[in-house]
């Protein structure tokens, strides 16, 4: 498995950018560059969803389609990090996100999926 550290979280007003960061520690055996990633969030009171993913070397992102158009997932294997950026914020882009990582090969939307899980950053957005 990886350790995931999430960071960029904050309170922002609608319509701000931010961009999140995950640095993922290797452990023996695990190498960031064999793991597809993925950002997921959970708002209070609501089930974790998926918001982004992209393939090993970045080949291929999806996105849910709440954020199609506003969210950018991105990765530098060089440095061990995946990025998403987020612009045209809504309130209801409130939640924690989550960073994780998978070997699997199954949907990359799937949660389950992921065996590296980061602790969330916290991103609020109101006026």
């Known amino acids: 498995q990886l350790q995931l550290t999430e960071s960029g979280g904050g309170l922002v007003q609608p319509g701000s950018s931010l961009r999140l960061s995950c640095v993922a520690s290797?452990?023996?055996?695990?190498?960031?560059?064999?793991?597809?990633m993925g950002w997921f969030r959970q708002a209070p009171g609501k089930e974790r969803e998926f918001v982004a993913g992209?393939?090993?070397?970045?080949?291929?992102?999806y996105y849910a389609d709440s954020v199609k158009g506003r969210f950018t997932i991105s990765r530098d294997n060089t440095k061990n990090t995946v990025y998403v950026q987020m612009n045209s914020l809504k309130p209801e882009d409130t939640a924690i996100y989550y960073c994780?990582?998978?070997?699997?090969?199954?949907?990359?939307?799937?949660?389950?999926?992921?065996?590296?899980w980061g602790q969330g950053t916290q991103i609020t957005v109101s006026s």
């Open positions: 290797e452990r023996a055996g695990h190498t960031f560059s064999n793991y597809r």
């Open positions: 994780a990582g998978t070997q699997g090969l199954g949907s990359i939307k799937d949660g389950s999926e992921y065996d590296s």
């Open positions: 992209i393939t090993w070397g970045g080949d291929f992102t």
